[in-house]
């Protein structure tokens, strides 16, 4: 009659084992600063980006200043074109 598997101890406690182990790699890894790249492609839409919002501000600005003095005019038509085909 068996009591303990001695091997069945002894995988726990290699896992055991290994996980005091990743602990103290852990640690060592936690010194370690991550770097990143930015690709030159990626800084061009960012730089596109930024002068397309200096362009949408001053339009949203131009929309503000309509609606606020009341000159701002909503054509249904075209709300209407729009709308047709999410409804149908």
Do not use: C, W
Not at 51 to 65: G, H, Q, R, T, Y
């Amino acid at each position: 009659m068996k009591i303990n598997e001695t091997q069945r101890i002894a995988n726990i406690r290699s896992v055991y084992g290994s996980n005091n182990d990743n602990a103290v790699n852990n640690k060592t890894a936690a010194k370690k600063k991550d770097n990143v790249s930015i690709s030159p492609e990626a800084l061009e839409l960012l730089q596109s980006q930024q002068s397309n919002d200096a362009d949408k501000a001053k339009k949203i600005e131009e929309l503000k200043s309509a609606v606020s003095s009341g000159t701002y005019h909503v054509e249904a038509g075209k709300i209407a074109d729009k709308l047709l085909p999410f409804i149908l």
